[in-house]
């Protein structure tokens, strides 16, 4: 029979990965590594609209199936 499961796997963005620091580590950050926090803020920003423009051109562009 074709009873197969389809499984999809979505790459998690950096803003998902950004979200499961604790605040404490964000706060130290900022205080003696401001240039990361920067980078890390800007990659962010990118990363939120190279999604957007994935959305528009292709959608479940970074899906795979597994």
């Known amino acids: ?3 197969k499961i389809k499984l999809t796997f979505r790459t998690p963005s950096f803003l998902e990965y950004f979200n499961t620091f604790e605040d404490e580590v964000l706060i130290e950050m ?3 590594y401001p240039e990361t926090l920067k980078r890390m803020c ?3 920003t990118l ?3 190279l999604e957007r423009e994935r959305r528009v051109t292709k959608p479940l562009m970074n899906e795979y199936i597994a």
Do not use: F, G, N, P
Request: proline share 0%; net charge negative; hydrophobic share 40%.
């Open 30 to 32: 900022a205080q003696y």
């Open 47 to 49: 990363d939120a609209q």
């Open 42 to 44: 800007t990659l962010i």
């Open 1 to 3: 029979m074709d009873d």
